[in-house]
């Protein structure tokens, strides 16, 4: 699939300006790797007069079923061999726009740090899209672009030349004419070519909505075809359509009376609808060892025997997590995280940063190596004792992440729960509960014997007697300033995921 963007210039204003908006050099043809294929950036004319910008995706039909997983065009159960046999290769499509504001995502904020003056300038624009899906048209084509200012050409393909009895097709050449700046030519593209194929490649999730009301900042709140374009966009999910028209609205009326959308939308006080509920134990447990890798600027984390996925959900909640790695030996734990994080309904930038993988963590495993961070929340005492050895080179010898979290409950805490008969532990498949000394005296050595330095911290209420149900351990590569949980031998160490202050009930044993 292909579009050319052209505009003219003069001597004082010359037209390879266009290289400084797109940040790609007209002298160079430069190629980038996307999710589905490979997109490729060049120039078949550059000169002060006329400067021609060219996109070019080349779409890899085998990554796309297979990162597809049944959505989109082609994805019913009884279109199997549509996954295969289909336009995607040749027509532009939400495919393109995605490549759009992947390989020119600066030119589309409207950012350009060489010449700051030519980001809100017009210029002169003529785009060219040989083959473009329309469904609804040439006469829809004309009834998105004309109201933003487009003159607009829109020519029906034919479907065969050599037969004109038979028609035209679907798909038309668009060529679009007038004086905008880039960005805005580029947003209007980037919302507008899916909503005229009417399809999108990937699951529509919730963040679309956030990033249609970007892209359609300061044309989408008066377009006459708003609804159609917020209901196509967001693939018919009525539910998010709703909320996208409810916000359009808000900045409709929150310009019109020439306030801020906030002061509009603040018919319900946070704080009375709020009420002093205990934070489960699990919770607190998931807030500490977040705060470790926030603290730590961990970015690319393994999370070891992550069970239903319920620590990977929430890492993928913050941007700050750019690759997430879920190990679990069981099968059928990984299939019911993956149902729990519906990845095969997850919007394309989300599913790009989470992978789950089978493995086992008493033996060395090549794909855990080179992450920041570790977590290994409550999972060393499923481990039988005579394999620890084996788990802790797995970890700290062999795969070596800058950071580690290990999280073990306190047995010393267990008087605590009135659920839980004397001498029990509190999980039937629990190999063994530390007491505080015995976890702080294990993760010492394992903390000597492979060059880390070690802090431990609480989780959960701190009683004066027997300690927190939870018992935190912090483990970074020595030689290097820690961020995290403080203290070298414990004495003095920061208080992590302490300060809830709740009691905790026999309930949340099994969390």
Same mark, same amino acid.
């Given at each position: ?27 160079? %043809? ?62 532009? %499509? ?11 995502? %600066? ?22 899209? *040989? ?29 065969? !030349?050599?037969?004109? !009895? ?121 807030? +500490?060892?977040?705060? $470790?890798?926030?603290?730590?600027? +961990? ?12 620590? $990977? ?94 999280? =073990? ?25 530390? =007491? ?27 009683? *004066? ?11 970074? $590569? ?34």
């Amino acid at each position: 699939m292909f579009l050319t963007i052209t505009t003219t210039g003069s001597t004082d204003r010359p037209a390879t300006d266009l290289g400084f908006l797109l940040h790609k050099h007209p002298d160079k %043809s430069q190629q980038f790797s996307t999710a589905h294929g490979t997109a490729h950036v060049f120039y078949p004319e550059a000169d002060a007069e006329r400067c021609t910008a060219a996109l070019l995706l080349e779409v890899d039909p085998i990554a796309l079923v297979r990162r597809s997983r049944g959505k989109g065009r082609g994805g019913a159960p009884d279109s199997a061999l549509g996954q295969y046999v289909n336009d995607r290769p040749y027509a532009a %499509s939400s495919l393109l726009a995605v490549a759009l504001r992947s390989v020119l995502a %600066s030119a589309m904020k409207g950012q350009c740090a060489a010449r700051p003056e030519l980001v809100g300038r017009a210029i002169p624009l003529r785009i060219e899209v *040989p083959v473009l899906p329309a469904r609804g048209g040439a006469e829809l084509v004309r009834a998105l672009f004309e109201p933003l200012g487009w003159a607009v050409l829109a020519e029906p393909v034919p479907l065969d !030349e050599t037969f004109p !009895e038979w028609g035209d097709s679907r798909y038309v050449r668009l060529v679009l004419e007038g004086e905008r700046t880039l960005a805005e030519a580029l947003r209007h593209l980037y919302v507008l070519l899916p909503v005229l194929d009417d399809a999108k490649h990937y699951w529509v999730a919730s963040d679309e909505v956030d990033k249609l009301l970007r892209a359609g900042e300061g044309w989408l709140e008066d377009h006459p075809e708003q609804r159609l374009i917020v209901g196509r966009y967001l693939a018919r999910r009525w539910a998010l359509t709703r909320r996208a028209m409810e916000r359009l609205e808000l900045e409709r009326l929150a310009e019109s009376d020439d306030v801020a959308a906030e002061e509009l939308d603040n018919a319900v006080d946070e704080e009375a609808d709020t009420e002093d509920k205990p934070v489960p134990l699990a919770v607190q447990r998931r807030e +500490a060892i977040l705060a $470790v890798l926030r603290a730590e600027r +961990a970015t690319r984390v393994l999370d070891l025997g992550c069970g239903q996925g319920q620590l $990977v959900g929430e890492l993928l909640k913050e941007g700050q997590f750019t690759e997430i790695v879920g190990v679990d030996v069981s099968m059928r734990a990984l299939h019911e995280a993956r149902r729990r994080l519906r990845l095969d309904r997850m919007s394309e930038r989300q599913s790009e940063r989470v992978r789950l993988v089978q493995g086992s963590l008493a033996y060395t495993d090549s794909r855990l190596k080179g992450y920041d961070a570790a977590v290994l929340s409550e999972v060393v005492e499923h481990v039988d004792p005579a394999r620890l050895p084996a788990l802790e080179y797995a970890v700290f010898g062999a795969a070596r992440p800058r950071t580690v979290v290990v999280t =073990t409950p306190n047995v010393e805490y267990n008087v605590r729960w009135e659920s839980l008969p004397a001498g029990h532990v509190r999980h039937a498949d629990h190999r063994f509960e530390w =007491t505080r000394e015995e976890f702080r005296q294990w993760a010492r050595k394992v903390a000597e014997r492979h060059g880390y330095g070690v802090t431990f911290g609480p989780v959960g209420p701190d009683d *004066p007697e027997v300690g927190p149900p939870t018992q935190l351990a912090h483990f970074r $590569v020595r030689g290097e300033d820690s961020s995290g949980v403080k203290g070298e031998d414990g004495k003095g160490a920061d208080r992590v995921g302490a300060g809830h202050g709740v009691p905790v009930t026999g309930k949340e044993v099994a969390a």
